[in-house]
């Protein structure tokens, strides 16, 4: 005679209906809710502007270097030659190495030279 295995306990569990399709609809809605939810809101502020090597940074740049001479008083015989270099290399167009000095004189600065 054949032994008789005992039933096996997942054939006995219940069978799952499917869900009705109300119930989907809310979950549906309620996850779409809760999303726009957390989501950040729309930035109203302006765009980053790149700043590269242009007229337009060097201009920045010289607006910079003034301003913190306002602020700060006379400037080093080095940091006032880097910072006239600068602005002359930018108004005939040599932009990127008017940056660097700019950017240089401002470094120097603020750091207290």
């Known amino acids: 005679m054949i032994p008789r295995m005992p039933p096996d306990p997942a054939s006995q569990m219940p069978t799952s209906r499917p869900i009705p399709w109300l119930v989907t609809a809310v979950l549906v809605v309620a996850t779409a809710s809760a999303m726009a939810q957390t989501a950040p809101p729309p930035s109203?502020?302006?765009?980053?502007?790149?700043?590269?090597?242009?007229?337009?940074?060097?201009?920045?740049?010289?607006?910079?270097?003034?301003?913190?001479?306002?602020?700060?008083?006379?400037?080093?015989?080095?940091?006032?030659?880097?910072?006239?270099?600068?602005?002359?290399m930018c108004s005939v167009g040599h932009y990127r190495q008017g940056v660097h000095r700019l950017r240089r004189a401002l470094a120097l600065w603020r750091s207290g030279h």
């Open 44 to 88: 109203v502020s302006v765009p980053p502007r790149m700043m590269t090597d242009s007229a337009e940074y060097c201009a920045h740049l010289a607006n910079e270097v003034a301003r913190v001479g306002r602020n700060r008083g006379s400037a080093s015989p080095e940091v006032q030659s880097l910072a006239d270099e600068g602005n002359r």
